[in-house]
């Protein structure tokens, strides 16, 4: 399989630029045309065989709920496998075969590339005009996007604009460090310190893995983007920040699920890491920033 790059800092096999149907195998559209769905949900999963379906039938009751009463409201799942050493392809097939290709989606990524990597390559095939990437432990309850979906219109000052809304579970802090250690909870901190030290200050919880994009906001701050892992998130808000893009924040209703692919204090260390990388190739303008980069 061949290497190809159509667009800046992204590389894909040729085989991720395809999905299958009973019919055969057709080419993902591009996030360079023009919209033809009110919603794509991006679900990146790496051995989500369990979990995956959990999510997906809380967020396909949703949105079929929706589509039912509001018929010209389309929407997309793209899920990313990411990878996977388990079944998590043949898993999310099976709901593409049950609600058809139009509807849900599955890209299978020749090799690992991390959290930030697969949401990238499916926010790059995605027809929505509104964008949400989602993690598919299903932590966050999926019915929140009408909260989510409200602010965005609110900073979206223009019909074609850019703006971001950002779930949020700084509100469930206190609990959460109420169930750590202090070790933990002292490196939670610290991570916290070090984004807004040296990355974002608009955010409070960076990392949920629940955020709602304008299509033009979603190409201009993917299309920048350079880190693939879990730091991923701090990088987009920086060139979002750095760009005057809208963003709000808002609370969501999270879950713990067990399962999580962070490892405790690895992670963070490496999060920490990235979150460095990030701000001192910025700072030397190593990796630059373009507005004008579609």
Known sequence: MGLTSSTPNIVRYDSEKYYETPDGK??????????TLELSVIVPAYNEEDRLPVMLD?????????????????YEIIIVDDGSRDKTTEVAMKYSLDYGSDKIRVMTLERN?????????????ARGRNLLMVDADGATRFSDIKKIEKKLKEINKHEHGMAIAVGSRAHLEQESISSRSLFRTFL??????????LCVRTVKDSQCGFKLFTRPAALVTFLNLHVERWAFDVELLYVAEYL???????AVKWTEIEGSKIVPVFSWIQMGKDIALIWLQHKLKLWTIKADIA
């Open 26 to 35: 057709f080419a993902f559209p591009s996030i360079h045309d023009k919209p």
């Open 58 to 74: 809380e967020t396909v009751e949703f949105l079929e709920e929706r589509y039912s009463t509001h018929p010209s409201y389309k």
């Open 113 to 125: 590339r991390g959290k930030g990597g697969a949401v990238r390559l499916g926010m790059m095939s």
């Open 188 to 197: 939670m901190k610290a991570f916290h310190l070090l984004v807004w030290f």
């Open 244 to 250: 005057d893009i809208p963003i709000v924040e808002v």
